[in-house]
């Protein structure tokens, strides 16, 4: 389910200290109902293999639409190596705060060009940057309301000039039609098969 942007700027993350020059694109609540204590199970059924099965359970427009991206970013060079963490753009982690450079940075995507940034009892973030934009994902712990707890899923992006901007709106209604839906359900689907898994 969308949520307002206040859901996440309301709350003190610790990304704020990050992202002020970054705007809110999306807030998403996801259906991961758990004890207080389970960001990081969270976090690791979204970066595992096998348990996060996006895009490939997805519906085939969001499938075709994936493919068309990575296809069309491919031959333009959106993802070449000097557009993105550590060449385009200075990695957030240059950001970081003495306690948060102490922090655990949390898990790896293995196929996914993210790079976690901390992970910490109630957030987690990661980060990718490529041609079009420099990007944050965002998970956060939040009550939920049953009286236990939930994952809050935030994208913060900062276009890479107009060339970014443009970009971010054409795909706007695709993203909101057709990938977010299927992502959320997906790192739904993940979190069911974590939480019955061995703790």
């Given at each position: 389910m969308r949520l307002p942007n206040t859901a996440h700027t309301s709350r003190p993350w610790r990304i704020h200290e990050l992202t002020p020059d970054f705007q809110v694109e999306?807030?998403?609540?996801?259906?991961?109902?758990?004890?207080?204590?389970?960001?990081?199970?969270?976090?690791?059924?979204?970066?595992?293999d096998n348990s996060n099965d996006f895009p490939r359970s997805a519906p085939l427009i969001v499938r075709f639409l994936w493919a068309a991206r990575w296809r069309i970013g491919a031959l333009l060079g959106w993802d070449r190596q000097d557009a993105g963490i550590g060449s385009r753009v200075t990695s957030l982690r240059d950001r970081l705060p003495s306690d948060l450079r102490e922090a655990p940075s949390g898990p790896e995507f293995r196929d996914v060009p993210f790079r976690s940034l901390y992970l910490l009892e109630d957030e987690w973030a990661a980060?990718?940057?490529?041609?079009?934009?420099?990007?944050?994902?965002?998970?956060?712990?939040?009550?939920?309301?049953?009286?236990?707890?939930?994952?809050?899923?935030?994208v913060l992006v900062k276009p890479n000039?107009?060339?970014?901007?443009?970009?971010?709106?054409?795909?706007?209604?695709?993203?909101?039609?057709?990938?977010?839906?299927?992502?959320?359900?997906?790192?739904?689907?993940g979190w069911s098969v974590h939480a019955n898994g061995p703790r």
């Open positions: 999306d807030v998403w609540a996801l259906q991961t109902p758990g004890g207080p204590d389970e960001l990081p199970r969270l976090v690791a059924s979204i970066v595992s980060e990718m940057a490529n041609r079009t934009v420099h990007t944050v994902m965002h998970i956060g712990w939040v009550p939920n309301d049953s009286g236990g707890y939930r994952g809050q899923m935030a000039g107009r060339f970014g901007a443009a970009y971010m709106a054409a795909i706007k209604p695709l993203r909101y039609l057709f990938v977010y839906p299927a992502l959320m359900r997906s790192i739904e689907r």
